[in-house]
């Protein structure tokens, strides 16, 4: 059991920035990691239909892969599936996602967090319980992104790469524009939380859009922390012999735009579009 992979899932291409902490934190690891591009974006489906796709893709993960853990690398899923994943495997090691806003109360100046995320996950009744729990704390200005995660799963295409990090900008003067004002000063937001994978790839524009001081808060890191905390105590962590070529620890799959998946593991991971390969369409 300690060989097998860890599975990974994410509507598309943005839990690859989780995979990117993923494999630094666990250097002797193998990953398979499903991009399910043919159903995203999952931000804009119901919560019923989320929780199907992560139910099947974790069946398929475990009948197929034989994993010994899965990490939810999407906020969306997480709040829609992660309850029923775990009842249907109790057993397994799930790691899920969440808008990082403790991480942010550290990190802000001026107790102004804004928040931006799927319509799926910011409307969640997770998502609620997590912002009351810290009520009083700090200020929280939330934000859906309608069409984001969209755009940013489009920017990986190289024929219309440019348009879409156009639309990307577009869609994020828009958005932050409605969340008031971002800077230092006194009932700012100084600090933004990236409640979606996808937005990790979207942080040169958002530096551009809000400036380089706004702090961009993400997932990536605790949840590979995480992750390895709960393999080391289920005894399950591999460990030597040593850090192997990423291209040997990792396989890619997708059952969505192949070339999109390819271009994004080799700009974002450095791997070659070898690693990619076309999902099994029947899940
Ligand atoms: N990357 C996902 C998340 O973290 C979902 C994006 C989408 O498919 O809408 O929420």
Not at 224 to 230: F, G
Not at 243 to 261: E, F, K, M, V, W
């Given at each position: 059991?300690?060989?097998?992979?860890?599975?990974?899932?994410?509507?598309?291409?943005g839990?690859?920035?989780?995979?990117?902490?993923?494999?630094?934190?666990?250097?002797?690891?193998?990953?398979?990691?499903?991009?399910?591009?043919?159903?995203?974006?999952?931000?804009?489906?119901?919560?019923?239909?989320?929780?199907?796709?992560?139910?099947?893709?974790?069946?398929?993960?475990?009948?197929?892969h034989?994993?010994?853990?899965?990490?939810?690398?999407?906020?969306?899923?997480?709040?829609?599936?992660?309850?029923?994943?775990?009842?249907?495997h109790?057993?397994?090691?799930?790691?899920?996602?969440?808008?990082?806003?403790k991480?942010?109360?550290?990190?802000?100046?001026?107790?102004?967090?804004?928040?931006i995320?799927?319509?799926?996950?910011?409307?969640?009744?997770?998502?609620?319980?997590?912002?009351?729990?810290?009520?009083?704390?700090?200020?929280?200005?939330?934000?859906?992104?309608?069409?984001?995660?969209?755009?940013?799963?489009?920017?990986t295409?190289?024929?219309?790469?440019?348009?879409?990090?156009?639309?990307?900008?577009?869609?994020?003067?828009?958005?932050?524009?409605?969340?008031?004002?971002?800077?230092?000063?006194?009932?700012?937001?100084?600090?933004?939380?990236?409640?979606?994978?996808?937005?990790?790839?979207?942080?040169?524009?958002?530096?551009?859009?809000?400036?380089?001081?706004?702090?961009?808060?993400?997932?990536?890191?605790?949840?590979?922390?995480?992750?390895?905390?709960?393999?080391?105590?289920?005894?399950?962590?591999?460990?030597?012999?040593?850090?192997?070529?990423?291209?040997?620890?990792?396989?890619?799959?997708?059952?969505?735009?192949?070339?999109?998946?390819?271009?994004?593991?080799?700009?974002?991971l450095?791997?070659?579009?070898?690693?990619?390969?076309?999902?099994?369409?029947?899940?």
């Amino acid at each position: 059991m300690i060989e097998s992979p860890i599975g990974v899932f994410d509507s598309g291409i943005g839990g690859l920035s989780v995979l990117q902490s993923l494999q630094l934190a666990l250097p002797a690891e193998h990953f398979v990691y499903w991009a399910d591009s043919g159903h995203a974006p999952y931000g804009e489906k119901s919560d019923l239909f989320v929780r199907q796709r992560s139910l099947a893709i974790a069946d398929h993960l475990i009948r197929q892969h034989h994993i010994k853990a899965l990490v939810v690398a999407c906020n969306t899923a997480t709040a829609a599936a992660i309850h029923a994943l775990r009842q249907q495997h109790p057993h397994l090691i799930i790691v899920g996602v969440e808008p990082a806003l403790k991480p942010a109360l550290k990190i802000s100046q001026t107790g102004h967090i804004g928040v931006i995320g799927t319509r799926g996950t910011l409307g969640s009744e997770k998502f609620h319980r997590l912002l009351s729990s810290l009520q009083g704390h700090a200020h929280f200005t939330v934000q859906a992104c309608k069409g984001l995660a969209l755009a940013i799963e489009q920017s990986t295409d190289t024929a219309s790469g440019n348009q879409a990090s156009q639309r990307i900008t577009q869609l994020l003067e828009s958005y932050t524009g409605e969340m008031g004002q971002f800077g230092q000063g006194p009932g700012q937001i100084d600090t933004l939380v990236l409640g979606c994978t996808h937005y990790v790839f979207a942080q040169n524009e958002l530096q551009h859009v809000l400036g380089s001081k706004i702090h961009l808060v993400s997932t990536g890191e605790p949840v590979a922390r995480q992750t390895r905390r709960l393999l080391e105590a289920a005894s399950l962590l591999r460990e030597g012999p040593g850090p192997q070529a990423l291209s040997a620890r990792i396989s890619l799959l997708s059952n969505g735009d192949l070339i999109g998946l390819q271009a994004a593991a080799t700009r974002w991971l450095g791997l070659p579009p070898s690693n990619c390969q076309r999902a099994d369409s029947h899940v």
